[in-house]
Each structure stands twice: as structure tokens, then as C-alpha cells.
Nanobody
Framework: QEQLVESGGGSVQAGGALSLSCAST????????MGWFRQLPGKERERVAT???????HYSDYVKGRFTISQDNDKNTLLLRMSSLKPEDTAMYYCAANRAQRPCKEASSVRYWGQGIQVTASV
């Protein structure tokens, strides 16, 4: 049974940086796409960044230029490097993955989720 496990979250001052990792128990080469989503209490889960098997990545406007998504295929790990963090980036971040040509564009279309990890950027 495949499993996605996030690590690396925590608290940082606004303007600082954090990196998130998502370790997969199966080969990430088998996924059509992977990504990071985030969710605030009482709000819907929103896409942050996604990366597809062909290497193409997409970013939401509110993180473009500040966050970088990447994959380490040898370690079966998805990464998210976050810099210039803002208080509004504070949320629970979730690793996501899909197989079989299923896009990672919206939370409702995601098949596999990690358990989530908290990121807090404070003033």
C-alpha cells in the first residue's frame, strides 16, 4: 500500500525559508503527477505547486517566484523549497499524488494524500 509522508515543516519568521519533503513508499516514477496543497481551518484545500512526470511544474500565483517544487527520483521524494515566507502562507501543507493520467490540478481530483504538516510564518 502506497504512502506519502511529509516532513520538514515548522515555524519561521516572516521572510524566512523552510523546505518540505514528501517520501513515497513506492517509486515516484509511477505517478503521473505530484504536488503540494495547503489548507487553512475552515477553508478548502488549495493547490500550491504541482509537477508532472514530464518534468513540467505549475505554481499558484501567490507562491510563484518564492516556492520551488522538485523531485528526487532516486530517493522517491517530492520537495518544496519555500522562501520569503509570508504570514498568509501559514497553513497545513499536504503532499499529493495521482496515477493514470489523472491531473493534480484540484484537490477533488487527487487520489493519494499525505497526512499533512504545519507551516507557520509569523511576524
Amino acid at each position: 500500500q502506497e504512502q506519502l509522508v511529509e516532513s520538514g515543516g515548522g515555524s519561521v519568521q516572516a521572510g524566512g525559508a523552510l523546505s518540505l519533503s514528501c517520501a513515497s513508499t513506492t517509486s515516484i516514477r509511477d505517478y503521473f503527477c505530484m504536488g503540494w496543497f495547503r489548507q487553512l481551518p475552515g477553508k478548502e484545500r488549495e493547490r500550491v505547486a504541482t509537477i508532472y512526470r514530464d518534468g513540467v511544474s505549475h505554481y499558484s500565483d501567490y507562491v510563484k517566484g518564492r516556492f520551488t517544487i522538485s523531485q528526487d527520483n532516486d530517493k522517491n521524494t517530492l520537495l518544496l523549497r519555500m522562501s520569503s515566507l509570508k504570514p498568509e502562507d501559514t497553513a497545513m501543507y499536504y503532499c499529493a499524488a495521482n496515477r493514470a493520467q489523472r491531473p493534480c490540478k484540484e484537490a477533488s481530483s487527487v487520489r493519494y494524500w499525505g497526512q499533512g504538516i504545519q507551516v507557520t510564518a509569523s511576524v
